[in-house]
Nanobody, 123 residues
């Protein structure tokens, strides 16, 4: 079975950087998409970034374009999210997810697999 475990969250000052990691086990790379999602308290889920495991096509939410970079290391089965120029509005629980599609604009799409999340706080 697929398991996704996030790490790397923490507290950082505005303008700082963090790198999130997602250790993926049981993943069979084929026609699969992996994504980072986030949800702040009292707010709906937002798609942040996605990457297709075949071909490596990436997509980003407008709010993070130019600041965040998603990458996948298949040799270690680890998904990363490099976050720079962090803003207080980036504060949220960040989740790693995997599914056949990653519609970042959708707040209701049910990803097949999702981790427990890692908290990012920007002050």
């Amino acid at each position: 079975d697929v398991q996704l475990v996030e790490s790397g969250g923490g507290s950082v000052q505005a303008g700082g950087s963090l790198r999130l990691s997602c250790a993926a086990s049981g993943v069979t790379y084929g026609s699969m998409c992996m994504a980072w999602l986030r949800q702040a308290p009292g707010k709906r889920r937002d798609g942040v970034a996605s990457i297709y495991t075949t071909g490596g096509t990436t997509s980003y939410a407008d709010a993070v374009k130019g600041r965040f970079t998603i990458s996948l290391d298949k040799s270690t089965n680890t998904l990363f999210l490099q976050m720079t120029s962090l803003k207080p509005e980036d504060t949220a629980m960040y989740y790693c997810a995997a599914s056949s599609l990653c519609p970042l604009d959708s707040r209701t799409y049910e990803y097949k697999y999702r981790g427990q999340g890692t908290q990012v706080t920007v002050s």
